[in-house]
């Protein structure tokens, strides 16, 4: 998470997705990886304001890439909304 934007993997309940996505960021993050977190997409809307838009990836493949952004036009959140984003995530690795 920084100013720019949040990068995320958009799994839904698939499991299939939610064990690919955390594989793929074993993968390409590596030693890097200090945690996993988990939010509810409804979460950014509704609760924060912000927007979340879905962006795949080609080069590594990543069909599930998401970004949150501030705005449908525009990518820097403030610095209340990474806050409110940092205690709303549930560690899960």
């Not at 299939?16 to 590596?30: F, R």
């Not at 949150?68 to 610095?79: G, L, M, T």
């Given at each position: 998470m920084?100013?720019?934007?949040?990068?995320v993997n958009r799994t839904g309940e698939n499991k299939e997705c939610y064990e690919s996505s955390l594989e793929y960021l074993k993968n390409s993050i590596?030693?890097?990886?200090?945690?996993?977190a988990e939010l509810e997409a409804d979460f950014f809307t509704d609760d924060v304001g912000l927007?979340?838009?879905?962006?795949?990836?080609?080069?590594?493949?990543?069909?599930?890439?998401s970004e949150i952004?501030?705005?449908?036009?525009?990518?820097v959140i403030s610095r209340s909304a990474r806050k409110k984003l940092s205690e709303a995530c549930?560690?899960?690795s």
């Amino acid at each position: 998470m920084d100013k720019k934007g949040v990068s995320v993997n958009r799994t839904g309940e698939n499991k299939e997705c939610y064990e690919s996505s955390l594989e793929y960021l074993k993968n390409s993050i590596g030693d890097r990886l200090r945690a996993v977190a988990e939010l509810e997409a409804d979460f950014f809307t509704d609760d924060v304001g912000l927007h979340l838009k879905y962006c795949p990836i080609d080069k590594p493949e990543n069909i599930y890439h998401s970004e949150i952004h501030k705005s449908e036009n525009e990518a820097v959140i403030s610095r209340s909304a990474r806050k409110k984003l940092s205690e709303a995530c549930k560690i899960i690795s």
